[in-house]
């Protein structure tokens, strides 16, 4: 299977709130040998508004973002999905894609009606090369430079990572660069780092990952974390969520099991919201990092042997009273989250029905005169709500007034919004423009003065 490489350019951070703004991808075969490429780039949503911190990182000016023309966020989305299922079925790489790039490539599939696990589904696996860098980093040391700060910490940022290994990545933050960058890494890990880069490909596949997990056996789970360090867990597999089968709850083998054994369940149960915490976590669709025990330095086992990790594994699988109480009290721990009141976060708040998910196609399929005809049609009021928006941000002249009126009324909600949220608005831009101008030079200073300018035309 070949490789879809991609990276996306947005407004801000905020992976259910921004907006991507330019979104470019390479196709390879299994040997990385590029076979086509695609790049696109769109206006800025009406209820966006840029954060000046991005733009400074992006290059992206406010008169390109608002540039007429430029393709609508709607026409973009609709242009990259073709794209990708045509390529499809293959491996979809970014850098640090899992827990951003995905989220914006979903949150804009969802936001415009289209199924948003585009990259989960039509055959296709999914993996991060960051975590391939972190990977390889501490266990095939040889293959990469990894830069590291004054504090002897290591940098695994991408516009530092492949300079430091021989990229030339002057053009940073493009998403085509971006792209070229990610691909010279993964040929670096192809040839220099064989092991590491068989496991990337191995466990980009759910169904590879789950029948590893499966197996009944020990092995060693890897978790790396933001700050540039990471942490090593022999465990063993003893179930899975009652409400996401591809959750799988491992029990950590450090622990022995005869000290959560004693415990009342009212002190197993502060264990899963404290430490020790008896069981990690393990998403089969996310491309964890996992090695069989006897393929795991003896250093990640910490004091333990590799027998005396076969002896726990078995030791816990065999007493199922152990097991059933850890996975009852593991559910009995599940915080409850109250819905909220924002379409963005309420991506995950169920599957379309079949009758909606004909909806869905039948209007991309209809005419913009004719699309408003939907909107009361669906039964999901996410899917509701999201039409009008479409519609609103392309033809807006196409909805009945009254619905036009109510989301004029919620961009203008949005962006003059004076609280606490999580999405851009006017007056967090202005003072993040005002906070960056003190120190501004060249072009960036220009930059920041217009956007400022553009922003106070918007203010009530």
Not at 332 to 359: M, R
Not at 399 to 422: N, T, V, Y
Request: proline share 5%.
């Amino acid at each position: 299977m070949g490789f879809v490489f991609y990276d996306t350019e947005t407004t801000g951070t905020d992976k259910f709130f921004d907006q991507i703004l330019q979104f470019a991808a390479i196709r390879t075969d299994e040997n990385l040998n590029e076979l086509d490429r695609f790049e696109i780039r769109c206006r800025l949503l009406p209820h966006m508004i840029m954060s000046p911190g991005a733009m400074l990182v992006t290059g992206v000016t406010i008169e390109q973002a608002i540039n007429p023309n430029l393709p609508t966020h709607y026409t973009m989305i609709r242009a990259i999905r073709e794209k990708l299922l045509a390529w499809s079925p293959a491996i979809f790489v970014g850098y640090n894609s899992i827990a951003f790039d995905e989220e914006l490539l979903r949150q804009a599939q969802y936001q415009t009606l289209h199924n948003p696990y585009l990259t989960q589904r039509q055959g296709n696996g999914r993996a991060d090369a960051m975590m391939l860098t972190k990977a390889i980093a501490q266990f095939e040391p040889e293959c990469f430079t990894i830069p590291v700060k004054d504090n002897g910490r290591p940098v695994f940022k991408l516009d530092q990572v492949a300079p430091a290994n021989g990229f030339d990545h002057s053009n940073a933050h493009d998403a085509m660069a971006d792209v070229e960058a990610v691909i010279h890494l993964c040929r670096l890990a192809a040839n220099g780092a064989s092991f590491e880069w068989s496991n990337f490909i191995r466990f980009s596949q759910k169904a590879a990952t789950e029948a590893f997990l499966l197996e009944d056996e020990p092995l060693l789970l890897t978790e790396f974390f933001g700050f540039g360090g990471q942490k090593h867990y022999p465990i063993i597999r003893i179930g899975a969520d009652s409400e996401q089968a591809t959750k799988h709850l491992c029990y950590d083998l450090t622990h022995d099991p005869d000290g959560f054994r004693s415990l009342s369940d009212a002190a197993l149960l502060e264990c899963f919201t404290n430490k020790p915490k008896p069981l990690r976590k393990v998403k089969s669709n996310a491309a964890p990092t996992l090695r069989a025990l006897d393929e795991a330095p003896a250093w990640c086992l910490g004091l333990l042997s590799e027998a005396e990790v076969v002896s726990r594994a078995q030791e816990v699988l065999s007493d199922t009273t152990f097991v059933d109480r850890l996975l009852t009290i593991y559910e009995e721990s599940k915080p409850e989250y109250g819905e909220s009141e924002n379409v963005e976060q309420q991506i995950y708040n169920g599957f379309p029905t079949p009758p909606d998910e004909g909806l869905m196609e039948r209007f991309h399929e209809t005419a913009w005169p004719d699309r408003h005809l939907l909107i009361s049609q669906f039964a999901d009021q996410r899917l509701s709500f999201l039409a009008a928006r479409v519609i609103y941000a392309e033809q807006p002249d196409y909805l009945p007034d009254g619905l036009r009126g109510s989301i004029e009324a919620h961009i203008q909600g949005r962006l003059h919004f004076q609280g606490e949220c999580k999405w851009g608005t006017v007056p967090k831009a202005l003072a993040e423009c005002d906070a960056h101008l003190l120190s501004a030079t060249g072009e960036q200073l220009e930059m920041l003065r217009i956007y400022r300018e553009h922003l106070l035309t918007l203010s009530i």
